[in-house]
């Protein structure tokens, strides 16, 4: 089985930074692209940014300039660097990651159980 896990959500003041962590474990051949997304109360999940094996990366308009995603191919994890957060950024947040567990095998896709950030005025 495939696991990802979420960590360094909180509370901060509008201004401040965060950085987000996620790492996979368990039955692993490769891990493709990786992502974080956010949702907010009532609304639907959507995109933050996305970095590829290779390290290509894409964010949403709203966090280009503010939020750097990163990942340790080594370590199975995709981080999230928040600066210059607003309160409009308070949401759960999720990584997600396509996984093949086995050489040619499919690739799936995995999310993490989310972690909440809350920006205060």
């Known amino acids: 089985q495939v696991q990802l896990v979420e960590s360094g959500g909180g509370l901060v003041q509008a201004g401040g930074s965060l950085r987000l962590s996620c790492t996979a474990s368990?039955?692993?051949?490769?891990?493709?692209?990786m992502g974080w997304y956010l949702q907010a109360p009532g609304k639907q999940r959507e995109l933050v940014a996305t970095?590829?094996?290779?390290?290509?990366?894409n964010y949403a308009d709203s966090v280009k300039g503010r939020f750097t995603i990163s990942r340790d191919n080594a370590e199975k994890t995709v981080y999230l660097q928040m600066n210059s957060l607003k309160p409009e950024d308070t949401a759960v947040y999720y990584c997600?990651?396509?996984?093949?567990?086995?050489?040619?095998?499919?690739?799936?896709?995995?999310w993490g159980q989310g972690t909440l950030v809350t920006v205060s005025e």
């Open positions: 997600k990651a396509q996984i093949t567990q086995r050489l040619q095998g499919p690739q799936f896709q995995y």
């Open positions: 368990g039955s692993i051949f490769s891990i493709n692209a």
């Open positions: 970095i590829t094996s290779g390290g290509s990366t």
